[in-house]
């Protein structure tokens, strides 16, 4: 019914820069609230950033000024532009997101994404 893909990750070295997509696809009316999550070895999940069907944001202390949130509605697709990149920024990142679903009835319904993996090393 709804399939969500996140892709973007990759090796970078501090100081740099990378921009993670989540795209769903499917029976999509639209996408509401969607949260990106990280998760390091060894530690907690924690939210990055979101973005409510508003376009209200927020962020973690620790990535703002750094990282920007934005959607295209168009494409129902959530972008996570990460900027000034860090060690300590390394971690799987997952999407979090709210399908309407084109269901008898519509549906809003979560979905989570497979998961990227950001590393930010020299």
């Known amino acids: 019914q709804v399939q969500l893909v996140e892709s973007g990750g990759g090796l970078v070295q501090p100081g740099g820069s990378l921009r993670l997509s989540c795209a769903a696809s499917?029976?999509?009316?639209?996408?509401?609230?969607t949260n990106w999550y990280r998760q390091a070895p060894g530690k907690q999940r924690e939210l990055v950033a979101g973005i409510t069907n508003s376009g209200s944001t927020n962020y973690a202390d620790s990535v703002k000024g750094r990282f920007t949130i934005y959607r295209d509605n168009a494409k129902n697709t959530v972008y996570l532009k990460m900027n000034s990149l860090k060690p300590e920024d390394t971690a799987v990142y997952y999407c979090?997101?709210?399908?309407?679903?084109?269901?008898?009835?519509?549906?809003?319904?979560?979905?989570w994404g497979q998961g990227t993996q950001v590393t930010v090393s020299s």
């Open positions: 499917g029976r999509i009316i639209s996408i509401n609230d």
């Open positions: 979090n997101c709210n399908v309407n679903v084109r269901l008898i009835p519509p549906s809003t319904r979560p979905y």
